[in-house]
């Protein structure tokens, strides 16, 4: 696998290392060892699908406060998604920034998403599927989130006028910043 740190602290790009032939191809999407070599999380306790059907869903921006913080996994395995991630970390150099990448099924690539960091993504297609493992078990009590167009962090999603949210994602509060 190849390692690329985002401009986010912490949140990595990860590339399959394809060995191809006329078959297809074949690579490790997890090795423990690896992971732990660039001081990434190996221990993850769930996999979660998500399908969205409609494009320019926008699904976040979430996360779990500590204790319950989670890492995640994102890959999209069906369909393009645009995935970000917003720094929300009081203590990290890259507070309060994003970071955006898109993930196809194509490209095979992943984002990993460190904890404190909240999530989202938005589907560039119909029909996109995306699977990603968590490190922690969810936990309803500790889900936060703030609102996709908080103009706090200026995200450039890639249709910003009329993307299909679920009620909640709609209710997310304005980010406060606690210092």
């Known amino acids: 696998m190849l390692f690329t740190e985002t401009a986010i602290a912490g949140a990595t790009l990860i590339e399959l290392n394809r060995l191809t032939d006329e078959r297809g191809f074949f690579a ?17 306790v769930q996999a979660n699908v998500s ?7 926008l ?3 979430h996360l779990q406060a500590e204790p319950h ?13 645009f995935d970000c991630l917003i720094d929300l970390r ?6 309060k920034k994003w970071f955006g990448v898109e993930l196809t099924a194509d490209n095979h690539k992943m984002l990993y998403v460190p904890a404190g960091c909240a999530h989202g993504y938005q589907t560039l ?3 996109a599927e995306v699977f990603y493992p968590v490190s922690t078990a969810y ?19 890639p249709e910003k006028d009329n993307p299909v ?9 304005l980010w406060v910043d606690p210092s």
């Not at 423990?32 to 221990?43: D, P, R, V």
Request: charged share 30%; glycine share 6%.
């Open 28 to 44: 490790r999407a997890f090795c423990a060892e690896e992971f732990a070599a660039h001081g990434l999380e190996t221990n993850f």
């Open 51 to 57: 399908k969205s059907a409609q494009k320019y869903t």
């Open 59 to 61: 699904r976040g921006m």
């Open 69 to 81: 913080g989670e890492v995640k996994l994102m890959r999209c395995t069906r369909g393009t998604v």
């Open 90 to 95: 009081p203590e990290s150099p890259t507070f």
């Open 125 to 127: 297609c119909d029909d």
């Open 139 to 157: 936990h309803p009590e500790s889900e936060q989130g703030c609102r996709w167009d908080d103009p706090a962090f200026d995200i450039d999603w």
């Open 165 to 173: 949210l679920s009620d909640k994602d709609k209710a997310w509060p």
